[in-house]
């Protein structure tokens, strides 16, 4: 039997645009590190770090490279400003749980939050209306911010640091299991693709 509360499509897309936004602005949080520290490693050093962990790394790295202008350093401070506001939306969009209403466009999200003793500690859980272009609008922030921080990334006078994925690390995968298999490989790979 059909669940009549499932979210609707528009609002599922919506919801996989703002986590697929977010992913983006967090490879490029990882490429402004790079450049802080001079150093491709930032993206292996800042792989798998949540977007507060990665906007603290950035943060502390910027405030300790000369080569920035105080205007680049302010620039980061705004940037991350806005991003620590649709990064908590982020987290509420994609973590909650959402049914649709009998509202026409409109879904209610609930989120499940764990007890702490700070000022929200008895909200341990949050509930909220949404509309699909709500969410939208989310994402469009999350694209903003990133646009941001590739401008910033574009004023900088190191690198550029190539992303780990972005080596054609197929291509040398697929060379090393040609030394090692010979023509062996090759045969297993056309049959892999048929």
Known sequence: MPNKDVPSRAMLAAIGQVANECSNVEETLR???CHLIDSPCGHVI???ESLNASMTACLGAARYNA???RKQLDQIIVIFQSLK???STRNYIVHSR???LNK???HYGVQSRRATTGPESAQTVRGETWSVPDVVLIAEAFEQINS???QLIDSLTTGPYAYPMRRNIADRI????SEMLGENWSGAAAKQDS
Request: hydrophobic share 50%; glycine share 16%; charged share 20%.
């Open 148 to 150: 941001a921080l590739g």
């Open 46 to 48: 800042l792989a798998g």
């Open 85 to 87: 506001e649709v990064g």
């Open 98 to 100: 959402w049914v649709k």
């Open 174 to 177: 697929e060379r090393l299991f």
């Open 31 to 33: 490429d402004l590190y």
């Open 104 to 106: 026409p466009g409109l």
């Open 67 to 69: 080569s920035l202008s």
